[in-house]
């Protein structure tokens, strides 16, 4: 079975702190993605990659900076963490682009709290 | 792009049968999904439909598509409280990215 891994489940950093999430996939699966996952907004996408040292903005980038230097990890940068990113981080991974059934395969979550 | 909604709540007995809806705005969508979040976890691939079937059943779930409404539901047969969880509807675009647009969610519970 494929794996993602967040390392840390639970985390609470002060306001202005950088933070740094960790998401690794253990399929060799090219494309891995961050998500945010608020109360009633659902699943939004921050950034994804396509591959190794390439990334892309999703729909809510601001804020956030991310960085995959081997294609197993993906990490996810508050370079100045706010009390309104207090939220449900969501990696996941899939197979390369594909016409076919592009299933996702999330990692548990990492919950963030900003003080 | 995409949208894809869905209510937010559901409540339901046990051993009734649940039924989850999503609407999804482009008509070009290759493939439907439906994903699981139990409480504290990530999500889980439940099942999916291509876009050119009306129907898939997988044991107890039934997922039915309208691709006239662009209406998409899932049912769950004998619901139990092992399924109190949050069902995400997702939308996948043709070309692009392929990347599936998500739905808010619903949160099904189910009482005793």
């Known amino acids: 079975d494929v794996k993602v891994t967040q390392s840390s489940r639970y985390l609470v950093k002060r306001t202005g702190e950088k933070v740094f999430l960790e998401c690794v996939q253990d399929?060799?699966?090219?494309?891995m993605f961050w998500y945010r996952q608020d109360p009633g907004l659902g699943l939004r996408l921050i950034y994804f990659s396509y591959d190794v040292k390439m990334k892309e903005k999703g729909d809510i980038p601001e804020g956030y900076s991310v960085s995959r230097e081997k294609k197993e990890r993906f990490s996810l940068i508050l370079e100045s963490a706010s009390t309104n990113q207090t939220s449900m981080y969501l990696c996941?991974?899939?197979?390369?682009?594909?016409?076919?059934?592009?299933?996702?395969?999330f990692g548990a979550g990492s919950r963030l709290t900003v003080l | 792009g995409e949208d894809v909604e869905q209510s937010l709540f559901l409540s339901v007995r046990e051993g009734d049968s649940s039924v989850i809806n999503c609407t999804y705005t482009?008509?070009?969508?290759?493939?439907l999904y439906w994903y699981k979040q139990e409480p504290g976890a990530g999500l889980q691939l439940l099942t999916y439909i291509f876009s050119n079937m009306d129907m898939k059943q997988d044991q107890r779930l039934t997922v039915l598509l309208n691709k006239k409404d662009k209406h998409l539901s899932l049912r769950i047969a004998d619901t139990q409280t092992g399924d109190s969880a949050i069902y995400f509807c997702?939308?996948?675009?043709?070309?692009?990215?392929?990347?599936?647009?998500f739905g808010r969610g619903t949160s099904l519970i189910v009482h005793p």
């Open positions: 996941a991974s899939k197979v390369g682009v594909s016409s076919g059934a592009n299933v996702l395969t």
């Open positions: 399929m060799d699966h090219e494309n």
């Open positions: 482009d008509s070009s969508s290759t493939y």
């Open positions: 997702a939308g996948q675009p043709l070309g692009g990215s392929y990347i599936p647009t």
